[in-house]
């Protein structure tokens, strides 16, 4: 059995710090972390996408935290709960996965999580899926289930008034999900669930399930929702995220194109610098310092922990040599033309860098397309060999 760690005052402070913004109820967190027992402790992830973030990773990162104190970590993949799809934050019910896309998508995710958690060593994190429970329950335990609920507490729920009030249809199966997630608590007998802030009413269901069940207080640990690429709520349904395998190269372009006003936040969130140096960090950038530069050094803290800490100062040297010396990046693929590349628009679709002819006549218009450092001005042309360039970031060596 792990020794568990008291964590002080200070420990407990910066613990809140980075991203935690409510516990629920907060007196029994503490106490339950004072305590000296050891807690169980969950973050449920649908695996709707096949890529882990770091939103994803904000959590994942005080889950390891609490790992290292010595409490029990277990990552639930809801391949169940997946299938009904999660209602939160939208305004029309979410289009449903086959349970063969939902563990393709799976596939992966604690190799992912494994750049964060723990899964050897004398207090390894888990793995399940709630299928195993879910799965197994009668129409009988539904109805129980349900009984624990009012139509008035789900209408509570912001994006079903909304929905309500405009007209738009609200679906009985939505009802179920927070039932069928809150029952994930019951069945592993959980003492902390922890999720983003969009997920709050969901784990209050648990909370609610399981006091009515196993008669067992459970924690819910809110998370702030870290901001994605297009200023939106990081997500693979919006597919503005930085996965936490992507290349450095890519992990580096896209904190780039972070919005400078969210520099601070993602120091916060996603690295290990100091309390103190983010203070200075903020202070610089009010002081009018280059944003750029700054930047700069986010994105090499996040490549180091995701990768090491040379690789990030490779990232850095070619997004320099790219963006900045306006060159060729070092390592670009490959395509041989073939019969089918009539024009240069079908070159762009069939390389990837557009998925139809209007997006791709679109980017030559607006001078987006590049071939042989010449921009590419009809969309007729015949394509010949050359680099071919998309954007800032995407390149093609084109071959006969």
């Not at 305004?91 to 393709?104: F, G, M, N, Q, S």
């Not at 309390?275 to 050094?297: H, V, Y």
């Not at 922990?305 to 040297?317: C, I, K, N, P």
């Amino acid at each position: 059995m792990p020794v568990i760690h008291t964590p002080t005052e200070q420990e407990l402070k910066s613990f809140f710090s980075r991203g935690v913004a409510e516990a629920i109820p907060q007196q029994e967190f503490l106490k339950k972390l004072q305590s000296g027992n050891r807690m169980r402790i969950y973050l449920g992830v649908d695996p709707t996408g096949p890529s882990i973030h770091v939103g994803h990773a904000v959590i994942l990162r005080s889950l390891r935290t609490l790992q290292e104190w010595g409490h029990e970590i277990i990552l639930l993949i809801g391949d169940f709960t997946a299938r009904i799809g999660d209602p939160t934050g939208r305004d029309a019910a979410r289009v449903t996965l086959t349970h063969e896309e939902i563990l393709k998508n799976a596939e992966t995710y604690k190799e992912q999580a494994g750049k964060i958690l723990d899964f050897s060593g004398s207090n390894p994190a888990r793995i399940d899926f709630n299928a195993n429970w879910l799965a197994k329950l009668t129409f009988v335990d539904v109805i129980k289930l349900a009984s624990q609920f009012t139509v008035q507490r789900m209408m509570e729920r912001d994006m079903f008034e909304k929905r309500w009030n405009e007209g738009k249809p609200i679906y009985v199966h939505e009802f179920l999900y927070p039932l069928m997630q809150g029952y994930d608590s019951v069945a592993m007998d959980v003492d902390v669930e922890c999720g983003g802030t969009d997920q709050t009413f969901n784990m209050l269901a648990g909370r609610t399930l399981q006091d009515a069940i196993n008669h067992h207080e459970k924690v819910v640990l809110t998370f702030e929702l870290l901001e994605g690429l297009d200023g939106r709520k990081m997500s693979k349904s919006y597919n503005n995220i930085i996965g936490v395998m992507e290349t450095p190269n890519d992990m580096f372009g896209k904190i780039m194109s972070v919005r400078d006003d969210l520099i601070v936040r993602y120091f916060r969130l996603c690295t290990n610098v100091s309390d103190s140096d983010i203070a200075d960090i903020e202070k610089e950038l009010s002081s009018g310092q280059n944003p750029r530069d700054i930047k700069m050094r986010l994105a090499r803290e996040v490549i180091a922990l995701y990768h090491s800490a040379v690789e990030a100062e490779r990232a850095e040297a070619e997004f320099k040599k790219v963006f900045q010396d306006k060159k060729a990046p070092t390592d670009i693929p490959s395509y041989t033309l073939t019969a089918e590349d009539a024009t240069i628009v079908d070159v762009l679709i069939h390389v990837g860098f557009a998925t139809s002819k209007s997006e791709a006549r679109r980017l030559i218009e607006q001078g987006g397309v590049k071939l042989r450092d010449e921009k590419v001005s009809d969309a007729t042309v015949a394509p010949s060999a050359g680099t071919l360039q998309a954007g800032k970031r995407k390149f093609v060596k084109l071959q006969k």
